[in-house]
Nanobody, 125 residues
Framework: QVQLVESGGGLVQAGDSLRLSCAASASTFINVVMGWFRQAPGKEREFVGALWWSTIVTWYADSVKGRFTISRDNAKNTVYLQMNNLKPEDTAVYYC??????????????????WGQGTQVTVSS
């Protein structure tokens, strides 16, 4: 069982930065992948990025590569999504998610069993 609590959303202007946090509780983080997804109004939930907790390997969507960075603080059991140079098209509800991982594809939301409550990020132009 994994519980996730997100924080850090808000209203910013284009070009600004924002950091989202996801505090996780789990019996073990071995073979856990932490993912970030987002969903804009009227659109499907889309993959933003993911981090393999034990190896710190990361994956990113092309739309955020070079602007967003995922990291984790092992002592705090927290994963972060640092978002730089935000654009209006980044506006969405952002979700933290977790899954147990044995290799392969990490971008499908259906493979994630645990979800945070979501946090709104709004980027004005």
């Amino acid at each position: 069982q994994v519980q996730l609590v997100e924080s850090g959303g808000g209203l910013v202007q284009a070009g600004d930065s924002l950091r989202l946090s996801c505090a996780a509780s789990a019996s073990t983080f071995i073979n856990v992948v932490m993912g970030w997804f987002r969903q804009a109004p009227g659109k499907e939930r889309e993959f933003v990025g993911a981090l393999w907790w034990s190896t710190i390997v990361t994956w990113y969507a092309d739309s955020v590569k070079g602007r967003f960075t995922i990291s984790r603080d092992n002592a705090k059991n927290t994963v972060y999504l640092q978002m730089n140079n935000l654009k209006p098209e980044d506006t969405a509800v952002y979700y933290c998610a977790a899954r147990y991982y044995r290799g392969g594809y990490v971008r499908d939301a259906l493979d994630y069993n645990y979800w945070g409550q979501g946090t709104q990020v709004t980027v004005s132009s």
